[in-house]
């Protein structure tokens, strides 16, 4: 059976480097992220899901994007909470976020309209649907990510938390 992987973070206002990924803090993360998902291939982890928000997700999912073009049997999986998700963003996010749907192996919406829970619903897909978590955290529990966690570690998930 396919073991599965998901992400959670903060978007870019709640990352140390913010908006601006071309700085050393969010190329060492990124390198550090990496370093992580090859691990877990190595435990035979080859489905990834990504939420695909700005910030942790979308770059998450660009790392995928790289092992996918590397091996035949590494997945990736777009678990969306609603069909206009991107209502908002700039182009340049908008342009990136179509950009990685073209490489997801599977897209899953949550809800076909916004509600006000449809962010939660989706990340409790992504924690139902995988055996590991990947959470990039500033240990803020009021926050989509620190309940994220919370779920996760009452599901008797395998969580990995980088603190930023």
């Known amino acids: 059976m396919q073991k599965a992987c998901c992400f959670t973070g903060h978007r870019p206002k709640s990352l140390p480097w913010g908006y ?14 990496k ?4 691990k877990l291939m190595d435990e035979g982890v080859t489905h990834f899901i990504s939420g695909m928000a700005m910030g942790v997700d979308l770059i ?3 790392i995928i994007i790289e092992f996918k073009k ?9 678990a969306i909470p609603c069909k206009n998700q991107t209502k908002g ?16 192996d599977k897209v899953t919406y949550v809800s ?9 619903k989706r990340n409790r897909y992504m924690v139902d649907n995988s055996d590991v978590v990947i959470a990039v ?17 009452k599901q008797d998930k395998r969580v990995i938390i980088f603190d930023i």
Do not use: H, P
């Open 89 to 104: 963003w700039s182009f340049e996010y908008i342009e990136r976020y179509n950009n990685i749907l073209e490489y997801c």
């Open 20 to 33: 601006n990924e071309e700085g050393i803090s969010c190329y060492l993360f990124k390198r550090k992220l």
């Open 137 to 153: 955290w500033n240990g803020v529990n009021r926050s989509g990510t620190g309940s994220t966690i919370n779920y996760a570690q």
């Open 112 to 120: 076909d309209i916004y509600t006000y829970d449809c962010m939660l």
């Open 35 to 38: 370093k992580a998902i090859e």
């Open 70 to 78: 590397q091996y035949d049997n590494v997945s990736l999986e777009a």
């Open 60 to 62: 998450a999912a660009e």
